[in-house]
């Protein structure tokens, strides 16, 4: 079976400063994906960035980067310069070789003033 | 950048009865269509995958003659959820892929209630 586990289920941050959010996943297949996600409270899924399992290097995205350690099976999420807005839920999520995505269960991010 | 639309937003029904939702990529053809189902403060679970061209494939405990699912065209999905009954009430979310990109494109969600 496919795993992906966010061991964090709820972060706070001071506003400005950077987070990391963890991110391992299982799979034994040779070809992947990896994304985050972000939901705010109004339920909408917001895609953040992604990683393909044969990339050498790490994705960014503006204040988002992806720590991709392929050994260690390890996706972290890093956000930089956190603002308010960043406050919500981020899922970690896979897709495999036969095309299922998978998500994992999820961190609630506090961006306190 | 590619949208994906889902009605309705939310809908209440009566236990036993049937409810579709629908899933449309308005501006791209979704070779790939998924269907989630989420509920609060967890995780998207997933319920099925179809693909262009062929039946959906359904994860492990999901009862297909429950939520039948049709992707009817390379923009169109639905999910119906047939016989409702209370324990089915939940947040459904779809997402659609395009072929030759990566990421996913999510729907709105349906929020389920059932009386």
């Known amino acids: 079976a496919q795993k992906i586990t966010q061991t964090q289920p709820g972060m706070f941050v001071q506003e400005k400063e950077a987070v990391t959010l963890d991110c391992t996943y299982d799979?034994?297949?040779?070809?992947?994906?990896l994304f985050w996600y972000k939901q705010p409270s109004s339920g909408e899924m917001i895609f953040l960035i992604y990683?393909?399992?044969?990339?050498?290097q790490n994705a960014t995205e503006g204040r988002y980067s992806l720590n991709f350690q392929k050994a260690r099976k390890s996706a972290n999420l890093v956000i930089s310069a956190s603002q308010l807005g960043d406050s919500a839920m981020y899922f970690c999520?896979?897709?495999?070789?036969?095309?299922?995505?998978?998500f994992g269960t999820g961190t609630s991010l506090t961006v306190i003033p | 950048g590619a949208v994906v639309s889902q009605h309705p937003s939310w809908v209440i029904c009566k236990s036993g009865t049937s409810v579709k939702i629908e899933c449309r990529s308005l501006?791209?053809?979704?070779?790939?269509m998924f269907w989630y189902r989420q509920f609060p403060k967890q995780s998207l679970m997933l319920m099925a995958t179809?693909?262009?061209?062929?039946?959906?494939?359904?994860e492990q405990g999901v009862e297909k003659d429950k939520f039948l699912i049709n992707h009817a065209s390379l923009t169109l999905s639905t999910l119906t959820v047939t016989s409702a009954h209370p324990e089915d009430s939940s947040f459904y979310i779809c997402?659609?892929?395009?072929?030759?990109?990566?990421?996913?494109?999510f729907g709105s969600g349906t929020q389920l209630s059932v009386l």
């Open positions: 997402s659609a892929r395009e072929r030759g990109r990566e990421k996913l494109f």
């Open positions: 799979t034994s297949d040779p070809s992947y994906g």
């Open positions: 990683q393909g399992s044969y990339d050498q």
């Open positions: 999520a896979m897709r495999r070789a036969g095309n299922q995505f998978y």
């Open positions: 501006d791209f053809q979704a070779t790939t």
């Open positions: 179809s693909n262009e061209g062929s039946k959906a494939t359904y």
